[in-house]
């Protein structure tokens, strides 16, 4: 049943039932149908339209009294031969297109019912397209033909199901409403079973397609506007336009209105226009013309013009042409109310308008496209590719037609390579949902089968690593004529900078910047890069600990991009590979960036990462790309002896605590995998001794190693939660980077150990790993364990034991913290926490609330870690 | 009460049909075997709307049995799968 109430007879709407219901069962008994099926199907449907063109025409011309007998023909024929030569190749069952690379198949699926109403103007081509376009797509149609064309529709319809069923057509599969009413198409519009509707008709009909809630294809009337400009080959353009609005008597929604001429041209083309049959009114005949077929309380033309010829008007009117005139031609003033013949005719009379300037003839297109043509078809004759780009730009139409008839250019695939349609989308302009020459796509739903992908993944780090003592004499390597030595004031007294000089490369200049030893300011990384200029150097060696190579890096990207706005690099991202901004290519200097750190912990002469400070805003900037990597790196542990033992365990942790959370990242891969589990095996042997005999020259140079080697796993596969919680703590109470690391590391570890609240979506991992990945490190490490959970325990307890070891405080309340300040800090640090990219990579999904439990865990203490629900 | 089986073979509509006349003996349920069924017609929907009708007058229950998949889209797209057991 309709879902609206109707008020057709129990009769009529009983007789409608049986339409939709048989239809129904057509399109779902369709539904079974293979390609092979609906093309056998389709030929011998366009085979009888082809051969029954004339006939249909005839019967159409008979019943409407409108347009032109040879022209209705030829409709029919494109209607079938075209509309066949485009369709007669495309897949439209089943998969209809393949994607391998993206891991994407297309499949093509059938609507339905469809409810088709049709015009009065184009009324056998119209079912003949309509019909070929849903044995096409395997749906059933209902035709509720223009009440005064129904009889020549019938036919149609009667010509193209029989041929249908012969060939295997579901019965039903078209049914032609008999007497159709307006009543028919609002009860049909409204049918739960029409699941489309195609109103190809007037405004009222495709207005209550609209309005029915269903979806609709609604395409009704056009005022297409022409521009003639000065460089058009007017001999070409004025034969086109007579072919155009002649064709069919004009009632073609796409044929031309009103030709906006260029001054220069405007008398030769009229002219041209009179030598080749129209009549060009003089301003009262105009006048006479426009009273008479413009209604003036509508502002539209008068239905009885539509589709007569320009003698029979011109008769009517009173207006004394030559027998053989094709066309009336009424040179008009302006667009609107005013002007009345500046609306849409369907029927031979166009309005000529002289343009002073082409501003002048784009500002009158638009007016006209303005005046009940929008989104439908315009015209552009010129030579002139810009006059052509630019009258695309400022029209609202579906399509805009160049150097060509407006109707039968609009209809596709005779003058122009454009979709074959007897239906023109016209935009959101025309109240429609699309703008493309309605085909078979529209009358299909078109699944996407999207397979599950995997993210190509990367392993980049930088090309030349040189590691063991003395690898400095490495530099001698890299020829430079101008170096810039980047380091502290403090690593220059110790002799580190003299170390350096010696083995810089011969003829190498070499000069000095020291900076201060903390995260690096804007105005020293600014200051660095005038040096870079001043001296032009060719290569800088960052000798220090993180912030030092920080800075050195963003010091050569300034160099080398001066453009660059850090504040946009620094934009936040979620994979590095879809980010929004992108890090500068071109470049005005090169210069080598060689980096020696000095600690063992931050690993910054792999990574990609510098974080600097703009105290004049008071934000911090973190800036992350592969291109700030250091080209060469030199891990050499003679730098590192002499670490104090704070800074040996702050950094030493720092190191274990990347290589853990690459190792449980979501990016996590066998490439990082390797890398992170050695680390940790490293840190594990090494570290108490480096802490506790700093002068264990092996302890120091495999701690030196394994920073290295961590920051080479979690440059690849990024860090998680635990540096989110310790960024924010950090912060916050101005506890050193390692220090706070290692108060949120076995409680962290316990928290991805266990059942996720909210697993991290992420392609590349097939189930939930951590808890494993826990355990395997367990297992490297020698601690023992049966099951999983008690593997994790074991890690956890080592990882404590190792920080007790260090001497590092066991819980947040040790550093003297009380509890309310920790509380009234809460919700600053569970902010600042979750907005920290590191936990994006960690693979659990931390609540706002479970950072909080976190924090009080690691306020609470060591000792009292415990996997929930171990996964 | 008991179960009468009948295999859909050969001409669907004719099958439906013998179904149809085997309703007014059956006594509790008809099971319809549509394992060799591999298209369905516009005819059969109306023989099945049919025998649904029936079947529903009688209080017997008509199942149908090995549909294939395709053949049950079309039935639920008629309304017709909700009809049968």
């Known amino acids: ?90 897949p439209t069952v089943g998969v209809i297109a393949e994607f391998p690379e993206r891991g994407i198949t297309e499949i093509a699926d059938p609507i339905g019912v469809i409810f088709s109403i049709t015009p009065i103007t184009n009324p056998t081509s119209t079912v003949l397209f ?40 579901p019965e039903g599969v078209f049914t032609c409403l008999e007497e159709p009413t307006i009543e028919d198409n609002v009860y049909l519009m409204h049918h739960k079973d029409v699941r489309l509707i195609d109103a190809t008709g007037g405004r009222g009909a495709v207005k209550a397609a609209y309005s029915s809630g269903k979806p609709a294809l609604g395409v009704g009337p056009g005022n297409t506007p022409v521009y003639l400009e000065k460089t058009a080959d007017v001999a070409m353009a004025v034969v086109d336009i007579i072919t155009s609005k002649t064709f069919d008597n004009g009632t073609i929604c796409a044929s031309e209105q009103t030709v906006v001429i260029d001054g220069e041209i405007y008398d030769r083309v009229l002219e041209e226009f009179a030598v080749l049959g129209a009549h060009i009114c003089k301003d009262g005949e105009a006048n006479l013309l426009a009273r008479a077929l413009v209604d003036p309380q509508t502002g539209y033309a008068q239905p009885m013009a539509v589709g007569q010829k320009a003698t029979d008007i011109a008769r009517a009117v009173g207006l004394k042409v030559k027998p053989d005139t094709k066309l009336l031609i009424a040179p008009i003033a302006g667009v609107g109310r005013e002007y009345p013949l500046s609306v849409e005719k369907l029927f031979p009379v166009l309005a000529v308008y002289r343009a002073k300037s082409a501003d002048e003839a784009l500002r009158v297109c638009i007016d006209v496209n303005h005046a009940g043509g929008l989104g439908h078809t315009a015209v552009v004759f010129s030579r002139n590719e810009d006059v052509i780009r630019k009258f695309g730009e400022v029209i609202d139409a579906g399509r805009v037609i160049v150097n060509s008839p407006g109707s039968i250019g609009a209809l596709g695939g005779v003058y122009n390579d454009m979709v074959p349609t007897f239906s023109f989308g016209c935009g959101t302009g025309g109240g429609n949902s699309t703008t493309d020459n309605v085909n078979v796509y529209h009358y299909l739903n078109i699944k996407r089968v999207a397979r599950r ?10 090309n030349q690593i040189y590691f063991n003592r003395n690898a400095v004499e490495n530099l001698r390597q890299f020829p430079s004529r101008s170096t810039l030595i980047v380091t502290t004031p403090v690593l220059e007294q110790m002799g580190h900078v003299d170390i350096v000089r010696r083995w810089m490369a011969p003829q190498t200049v070499a000069r000095v910047l020291a900076i201060p030893d903390a995260e690096p300011e804007l105005k020293v990384v600014m200051q660095g890069v005038e040096a870079l200029k001043l001296h032009e150097a060719d290569q800088i060696v960052a000798l220090g600990g993180g912030s030092v190579i920080d800075a050195a890096k963003i010091m050569k990207l ?93 950094t030493g942790i720092d190191c274990l605590t990347h290589a853990l959370e690459a190792g449980v990242s979501i990016y996590a891969s066998p490439y990082t995998d390797s890398n992170a589990m050695q680390a940790i095996r490293l840190v594990f042997r090494y570290l108490p001794a480096a802490f506790e005999r700093p002068d264990d020259e092996e302890a120091r140079s495999m701690m030196h190693n394994a920073a290295c080697i961590a920051a080479m796993a979690f440059s690849n596969a990024s860090v998680g939660v635990n540096h989110a919680l310790a960024h924010a703590f950090g912060a916050r109470f101005g506890v050193a980077h390692g220090r706070a690391n290692a108060l949120m590391l076995p409680h962290v570890i316990a928290f991805n150990a266990s059942v996720p609240t909210k697993f991290m979506p992420s392609p590349n991992q097939r189930a939930y790993v951590a808890h494993k990945k826990y355990a395997l490190t367990a297992e490297l490490l020698g601690l023992g364990g049966e099951t999983i959970e008690e593997k994790v325990a074991n890690l956890i307890a080592a990882v404590e034991g190792l920080l007790d070891r260090l001497a590092f405080p066991s819980s947040i309340a040790g550093l003297g913290i009380s509890r309310d300040e920790f509380e009234r800090a809460m919700p600053d640090l569970t902010r600042n926490a979750f907005d920290d990219p590191s936990w994006r990579s960690n693979p659990r999904m931390p609540l706002v609330s479970e950072l909080a439990e976190l924090f009080w865990s690691a306020y609470e203490g060591r000792g009292r870690t415990k996997i929930a629900r171990a996964s | 009460m008991g179960q009468a089986r009948l295999k859909m073979e050969g001409d669907l509509v004719h099958a439906l049909r013998s179904a149809l006349d085997n309703l007014e003996k059956v006594d509790g349920e008809l099971v319809l075997d549509f394992t060799t069924v591999r298209r369905i017609e516009p005819s059969a929907l109306n023989a099945m709307e049919e025998i649904a009708a029936r079947a529903g007058e009688r209080h017997v229950r008509v199942a149908l049995e090995a549909v294939d998949v395709s053949i049950y889209r079309v039935l639920k797209l008629t309304k017709l799968a909700s009809r049968f057991t």
């Open chain 1, 1 to 90: 049943m309709a879902e609206k109430v109707s008020c057709l007879s129990q009769e009529r709407a009983g007789y409608l039932e049986g339409v939709v219901s048989q239809a129904r069962n057509a399109a779902a008994v369709f539904t079974q149908y293979t390609q092979q099926d609906v093309d056998r199907i389709v030929k011998p449907m366009v085979l009888a339209g082809l051969a029954q063109a004339q006939h249909l025409a005839r019967l159409a011309i008979e019943e409407t009294r409108i347009g032109v007998l040879e022209d209705k023909i030829i409709k029919n024929m494109v209607a079938t031969e075209f509309v066949y030569n485009y369709v007669r190749d495309k």
């Open chain 1, 130 to 169: 309509k019909c070929i376009m849903a044995i096409k797509t395997r749906n059933a149609a209902i035709f509720g033909p223009h009440p005064k064309a129904w009889r020549c529709c019938r036919e149609a319809v009667r010509i193209m199901y029989e041929a249908a069923i012969a060939n295997g057509a």
């Open chain 1, 453 to 462: 992908t995997q993210a190509h993944m990367w392993y980049r780090v930088p």
């Open chain 1, 558 to 650: 300034m160099y080398e991009a001066p453009e660059a706005d850090l504040a946009e690099l620094a934009a936040p991202f979620l994979d590095i590979r879809k980010r929004v901004v992108r890090f500068p290519d071109g470049k005005a200097n090169r210069v080598r960036l060689i980096a020696a750190p000095t600690t063992s912990g931050t690993g910054s002469e792999v990574t990609p990462f510098a974080v600097l400070t703009d105290k004049s805003s008071g934000r911090k900037i973190t800036l992350a790309d592969y291109s700030l990597s250091p080209d060469v790196a030199i891990v050499d542990p003679q730098f590192v002896m002499s670490m104090p033992k704070g800074l040996t365990a702050d």
